[in-house]
């Protein structure tokens, strides 16, 4: 059973870019969270998804961020017009119900905006 | 608003000494309880969770916490340390006003000496 994938492992952007970043769960997780360290920081909650619905987004900046997990695929957050304070690593976790579970991270996926 | 403090950013230690992390957190209402470790580069690992029941958990990897309702805390303990122990450690909760979401403390860099 593969653990929670997330790619890129590593990606560089432009300030101004776009960025897309990928989150497949483990097998028979529906419940899908993001989360970003910001160097010297602990994680920061961002948004909680389940298929389909945006659950919790209190965490998420009001502008250029968005987040899905469709039906079929991977859960994708999705950076627009990226700046230097973008740069962090994001890390996705999952969980197979709702709370209490333990949730399961990724390896993350380190942005650096030049 | 719930909040984790890790009181301690770095703890050196000697190899083979014991160790103590610590842990406090406000919560109003009944909190689930973690501690997580970060290697370099590498994404979250769960070392062990409070739930419920005994307030003396063990995890994996010979640490084990102490869930203390009266004081706010969840301090991590190992008695004996190896090199392979150095890495980041993150006490997080979440509880039922707040959903799903965990909030984490900033980190404890366990640096473990020869």
């Known amino acids: 059973n593969a653990g929670v994938m997330q790619n890129p492992r590593h990606l560089v952007r432009r300030r101004g870019q776009e960025a897309r970043l990928r989150c497949s769960p483990m097998k028979g997780h529906s419940h899908v969270y993001w989360y970003r360290q910001l160097p010297e920081e602990g994680l920061k909650f961002m948004v909680y998804l389940q298929k389909e619905n945006i659950i919790d987004e209190s965490g998420m900046p009001k502008e250029r961020f968005s987040a899905e997990f469709p039906k079929e695929g991977p859960s994708i957050l999705r950076i627009q017009q990226v700046v230097r304070g973008d740069s962090a690593a994001y890390f996705c976790?999952?969980?197979?119900?709702?709370?209490?579970?333990?949730?399961?991270f990724g390896a993350g996926t380190r942005l650096s905006v030049l | 608003a719930q909040s984790v403090t890790q009181l301690d950013s770095q703890v050196p230690v000697f190899e083979e000494a014991p160790v103590e992390l610590r842990c406090n957190y406000s919560s109003s209402v009944s909190v689930y309880l973690f501690w997580y470790v970060q290697y370099p580069n590498q994404g979250l690992q769960l070392l062990l969770k409070y739930l419920s029941g005994s307030t003396l958990v063990k995890g994996i990897n010979g640490f084990e916490a102490e869930f203390n309702k009266s004081q706010t805390s969840f301090h991590l303990r190992k008695p004996s340390v190896h090199i392979s122990d150095t890495a980041e450690y993150f006490c997080a909760v979440s509880d039922l006003e707040y959903g799903n979401k965990l909030v984490f403390g900033a980190g404890t860099i366990l640096r473990v000496k020869s």
């Open positions: 976790a999952s969980s197979p119900t709702s709370h209490g579970d333990i949730q399961y």
